[in-house]
C-alpha cells in the first residue's frame, strides 16, 4: 500500500549526513513559527567557531567603497524582521534512484522563523552599488572539500533579487542570536528560495560585475537529467503541503495509528513562487481528491499557510496524501520524479493511517 | 583503513527515525555546555502537544499523600541547577549487524546541559513516602504502538537512585524553558544515567512497592546476546570519549584534511559509572597509544571532561582514535562487540584523517 522500502539503501556516507544535520519533526507543523532545535538544519562542511569579537563582515567588489562592518554596527543600522519559511532544495530526495551521496531527506527539510537582520539592500547602498554590478556573491566561513575542490560555501544572488527589501543579512532567529548551527553571528536569508542560497556564517558581500561560477551553482544546485547537461540552477522552492500524522506513531515503522475519529488533519503549506491558493487531501494515495480549508496565513507572504480537514473515516487503513497549488499554478506530482541531484523533489507526502 | 561502509545498510525505517531524532555534530564537542538544537535528542514517539496552563504533574502510589503541581507550584519549591552529560544509550548502534530497526546512531548520541528543577527527593519527601516504596516510576505524554504495545512511554527508577539529591524535576534547559523536543514543560534528569531513563513529557510519578515490569524495562533497553534471555537492564553510561574531528571535512565522505600541523586534537571524555581518569590518543588505528592531556572539568561531577593532545603528524594518512578509562577501570574496545539491542557500543571513535 505504501513506498515500505527505499528504491536504494541508504549508505554509511547518506547516514553519516542525516546524523548530523536533521529535519523538522512533521508533528513540529504545529508550530506557526518553528522552535530553535525543530527547524531543519542542512550544513555542507562544520559548523565553524567565530568569535564574535574579532568577526567582520566585509561588503566589497563593484561598489564605491568597500565596507566592513562588526555585529555591534551591523545591529545599529535599521532593522527589518520577515517570518520566512525556508526549505532545502534536496528535500525528498531519499526516495529517488539513483541518487547521489547527499542528504537524504524524507520530506522533513523544512521550518518556519522569524528573522531579524539589516535588508540586504541597505548594506548595498551604503557601500554604493556600482554601474557595472551584476550579481551578488556571498562568501561563508564554513569550510571543507566537495567534488574534490577545496571551498568557502558561496552562492551568489542576481542583482534583481539582491535587492528585494525582504532579503536580510539575519544576526537574530526567533528572537534570539542565531544558533551556531543556523550562521552565528551573521547569515543571509531569501525568502522564497530553497536554502542553499541563505549563506551561513557570513563573511563577505562581494558585487560581481559577471555571473559567478563556483561550484555550488555549476555543479550543484542545477536540475538536470545527465551529468553533461548544463540544466537550470535552483532558486525558488516548489510547492508542497505537509501534514501533521495524525493519531499516534508505531516505533519503527511510523505508520500511524488513529483511535478517534472523526478528526481534524492539519498541515501547512507553501510555495516560493506564489502564494498557496489550495490545498487538497486524498485518502486513498492520490485517487480521490477533496478540498481542504486554507486558513489565515501567519501574517508573512513569505510564510506557510496553515490548512484543516475534517475527516470522518470509518475503520480502516488508508493512505493519506495532500498537495498544494500555488497562483502561479504550480503544483505537486503524485510520483516521484526523477533527477540527477535529487532536488526539489516536491510529489505528495504519503501517510499510511490504520483507523482503529 | 576505515570503516567505509556499514555491516548492514540502513532501511526505510531507520532513516525515517534518523530524520526526526538527531545527534550532536562532532564540532560542537567544543562547547562545555551543548547550545539548543545540538544536543542530542531523540524520542520514541511523537512530541506532544502540551497546554501548560492544563498541564499538572501527579506524584501518587505508595505516598501519604497525592500530590499536584501545576508548573508555576513547582516553580515556586526550592530549586537546583545540575550541568549533566547525557548519551543515548543506542549510541553507536549503527555499525553493529544484525541490529535492530531502531534510531540508527553512528556516535552523535550526546550532549551536555545545564539543567534546572525540583530535586527529585523534595517532591517525593512532600508527598511522604510510604513504607513499601521500592521504585519511582515516571510516565510521560509522549504515546504510541512499540513491539505491538500500545503506551504511553514510561521508566522506573530503583527507590535509592530515585533518592539521590541530583535527580531534577527539570523545567529549564540551558537557562530557558525546556524546548519541546526535550521535553516541555517537565522531564526527569538522571545524571549518569544513558538517556532512556530521563523521561520526557512527564505527567506522573506514582511510587511502586514492586519493580516496574512495563516495555521498556522488560523488552527494551537491556543488554542481551539472544532473544530468550533475562539479560541485564542498561543503567549508566559506559565511559566513551570523543575528539572533534581536526580540520575540514570532505562533504561526502566526512574525513578529514588537515593543512596545518602540528595541531591540538581536543575532545570530551565522560563515564557514567567514575569520573575519567584518562584518555588515550592513537594515530594509527588503535595499535599504539599517548595519553592525553585531561583538563579541568566543567564544574560538574556529572559532566563530561575536556581533553587536549598535541599532534605533529607528518604528511601522510591517519586513522586517529581516542578512549577513555574511568576510576572504576571501565574502559572502551577498540572493535565493535555485539549485543542484541545495540546498546552500550562505546567502541573507540575512529575518524580518518590526511594530513597534506
Chains 1, 2 share one sequence.
Not at 511510523?254 to 490545498?279: C, H, N
Amino acid at each position: 500500500m505504501t513506498d515500505a522500502e527505499l528504491p536504494e539503501p541508504v549508505t554509511l556516507a547518506e547516514l553519516q549526513l542525516a546524523a548530523r544535520n536533521h529535519g523538522l519533526p512533521l508533528e513540529a507543523l504545529r508550530y506557526a513559527v518553528t522552535p530553535v532545535g525543530l527547524h531543519y538544519v542542512l550544513t555542507h562542511y562544520d559548523i565553524p567557531a567565530v568569535d564574535v569579537g574579532e568577526w567582520r563582515l566585509g561588503v566589497r567588489g563593484e561598489v564605491e567603497r568597500s565596507l566592513s562592518f562588526s555585529l555591534d554596527e551591523l545591529r545599529d543600522l535599521p532593522a527589518a524582521e520577515v517570518v520566512a519559511t525556508m526549505e532545502c532544495a534536496g528535500n525528498g530526495r531519499a526516495r529517488l534512484a539513483p541518487r547521489p551521496v547527499s542528504q537524504p531527506w524524507l520530506l522533513e527539510a523544512v521550518g518556519t522563523a522569524r528573522w531579524r537582520g539589516v535588508p540586504l539592500p541597505t548594506a548595498l547602498k551604503r557601500a554604493g552599488l556600482g554601474d557595472r554590478a551584476r550579481q551578488v556573491l556571498f562568501t561563508g566561513l564554513d569550510r571543507g572539500l566537495e567534488g574534490g575542490v577545496a571551498q568557502c560555501y558561496e552562492r551568489a544572488l542576481p542583482i534583481g533579487e539582491a535587492l528585494r527589501e525582504e532579503v536580510l543579512l539575519a544576526y537574530e532567529m526567533n528572537g534570539s542570536p542565531l544558533p551556531p548551527q543556523h550562521g552565528f553571528p551573521l547569515r543571509l536569508v531569501v525568502p522564497g528560495w530553497y536554502g542553499m542560497t541563505s549563506v551561513k556564517w557570513l563573511s563577505s558581500v562581494t558585487v560581481l560585475d559577471h555571473p559567478f561560477s563556483g561550484y555550488q551553482h555549476e555543479r550543484a544546485y542545477r536540475f538536470r537529467l545527465a551529468e553533461d547537461e548544463e540544466g537550470t540552477p535552483l532558486s525558488r522552492m516548489q510547492p508542497r503541503a505537509l501534514m501533521v500524522p495524525p493519531g499516534v506513531p508505531d516505533f519503527v515503522t511510523r505508520e500511524r495509528i488513529v483511535d478517534e475519529a472523526p478528526l481534524r488533519l492539519e498541515g501547512r503549506a507553501w510555495s516560493g513562487w506564489a502564494p498557496v491558493v489550495s490545498v487538497e487531501v486524498s485518502a486513498d494515495g492520490g485517487e480521490a481528491w477533496t478540498r481542504a480549508d486554507l486558513e489565515a496565513d501567519v501574517g508573512s507572504p513569505w510564510a506557510w499557510r496553515s490548512w484543516s480537514f475534517e475527516w470522518a473515516p470509518t475503520p480502516g487503513r488508508y493512505l493519506v496524501c495532500c498537495r498544494a497549488v500555488d497562483a502561479a499554478g504550480n503544483g505537486q506530482p503524485v510520483g516521484q520524479v526523477w533527477n540527477l541531484g535529487g532536488y526539489a523533489n516536491n510529489a505528495v507526502q504519503r501517510v499510511v493511517v490504520s483507523v482503529v
